[in-house]
């Protein structure tokens, strides 16, 4: 399995320093790269299946995918919001 931090990256290219950075910094975040990535491997290994609950499963897949990617973006904005210092006096 590769690296959930570089998955996340591929499906956002335009913010790669920013998935980075925040990499970097937290954990939680880490983790939520690693989920991302586990959930799609999940709806493409049952997208090749035969078994009977083949499109219940990958709809759950894709709805916790579409989830976490919101999560994901949210945080990202998050990160990316520069506080304002209070002007020096």
């Known amino acids: 399995m590769k690296n959930g931090v570089g998955f996340v990256i591929g499906c956002f290219k335009e913010r790669t320093k920013v998935v980075e950075e925040l990499a970097a910094r937290k954990e939680?975040?880490?983790?939520?790269?690693?989920?991302?990535?586990?959930?799609?491997?999940?709806?493409?290994?049952?997208?090749g299946s035969s078994s009977p609950e083949r499109d219940e499963r990958i709809a759950e897949y894709q709805e916790l995918i579409?989830?976490?990617?919101?999560?994901?973006?949210?945080?990202?904005?998050?990160?990316?919001?520069v506080p304002l210092r209070p002007p020096r006096r």
Not at 28 to 47: I, N, Q, V, Y
Not at 66 to 81: F, G, H, N, W
Request: hydrophobic share 40%; proline share 0%; with cysteine.
């Open 28 to 47: 939680g975040f880490r983790d939520l790269c690693d989920d991302f990535l586990t959930a799609h491997d999940e709806k493409l290994r049952w997208e």
């Open 66 to 81: 579409d989830s976490m990617r919101i999560e994901i973006e949210q945080a990202l904005d998050r990160s990316a919001v």
